[in-house]
């Protein structure tokens, strides 16, 4: 175990990031955070922020020196910045499983191999790949295979010419075709694993998506107590085949055939997860600041059931076309006595930016999805 007192190191100045050095501070540990950005959310409350490239060996040195534990706040940090800091202290995740989330191909490849349903798929490597589709895969999705998210890097196709297209389009990097599945929804698992293999999975959550980025999350999630149980069970076997250490988002298709494909996987704390906070005994930012430091895990239960709105820089403009900025009005966010207002710090508004959330805890669900309209009306943002 590592004391309060001793330092965290932590790749990436994000929202996330904030968050976590919020919870690790919490805990009475100390952060420090490399991150390019010298006005990066998570640099302005560390207490100390090396403004560096993720790969500077200078900066990579001084975390070895300086930490006890480092981990990740997005998935895209070069797996060679953690593969030189594991020399010296423990990286939570490790580089081999935070290589695997990064690459589509990879990451579908190996939950194939724990036994677990993705939606089917075909690697695009070459302008050939895209000539000779197998029947069934269409209509699909084109995406990158790396660096991908939040709808980036994604074109819905239906014909073999438009897989071809958007392959040219996304300049003949690796990708992959994923068959496009009839959904009944989409949910996320939660999970945490610690040095000792122990696993704590939250409430699954229930999550809408609006162009691609996350923007209503409940939980729990309005799905069968039995599916809940194969989502969390399928979750727990990619942590444990991964070797995973750190808290972990599985996020799952439920098919309107009833089937459970699993989706994608994030190396990290997830958006979805931010319910957490407010609403769970412990918070997926205190739980990641447990493992790094190799503290019990701590309890996940929800004290609160919750529904989640994502707050976009779009809210700070006039229309979906102005470009002049304005304050929200977030009194009428706080006048609403379930909700919760997370903002990130971030200086500069812009659209489809994440600028903070709204958690609405307590009372019945159909009184938290009305609160949630409510101030997604007076925001202007749209419906669900």
Known sequence: MFAPGSWLGLLGGGQLGRMFTHAAQSLGY???????????????????????????????????????????????????????????????PGAAAVRIAQDRIAEKTF?????????????????GDCRNIPPGMLPGIVKTARLGYDGKGQVGVGSEEAVLAAFRALQGQPCV????????????????????????????????????????????????????????????????RLDYVGVLCVEMFVGRDGMLRINEMAPRPHNSGHWTIDGAVTSQFEQQCRVMAGLPLGNVAAHSDAVMINLLGDIWFD????????????????????????????????????????TFVGQSLAERLAAAARVKAG??????
Not at 379 to 384: D, N, R, S, V
Request: hydrophobic content about 45%.
């Open 30 to 92: 100390r952060v420090l955070v490399l991150d390019p950005d010298r006005e990066s959310p998570a640099g302005a409350v560390a207490d100390r922020h090396l403004a560096a490239g993720y790969v500077d060996e200078g900066a990579l040195d001084e975390i070895a020196r300086t930490c006890v534990a480092v981990t990740t706040e997005f998935e895209n940090v070069p797996a060679a910045a953690l593969e030189r800091l594991a020399r010296s202290l423990p990286t939570r």
């Open 111 to 127: 939950v194939e191999s724990c036994g677990l349903a993705v939606a089917p798929f075909r690697p695009l490597m070459t302008e």
């Open 177 to 240: 075709l994923e068959q496009r599945i009839a959904l009944e929804r989409e949910i996320s698992v939660l999970i945490a694993r610690g040095a000792d293999g122990a696993l704590a999975t939250w409430p699954i959550a229930e999550n809408v998506h609006r162009d691609g980025i996350l923007d209503v999350s409940i939980v729990p999630a309005r799905i069968p107590e039995g599916l809940a149980h194969r989502a969390a069970a399928a979750a727990g076997l990619i942590a444990t």
């Open 319 to 358: 229309g979906p076309t102005g470009d002049a900025i304005r304050e929200p009005r977030w009194d009428s966010v706080l006048r609403e006595s379930s909700a919760k207002l997370h903002l990130y710090g971030k200086r500069e508004p812009r659209r489809a930016r994440k600028m903070g959330h709204v």
């Open 379 to 384: 925001l202007g943002i749209p419906a669900a």
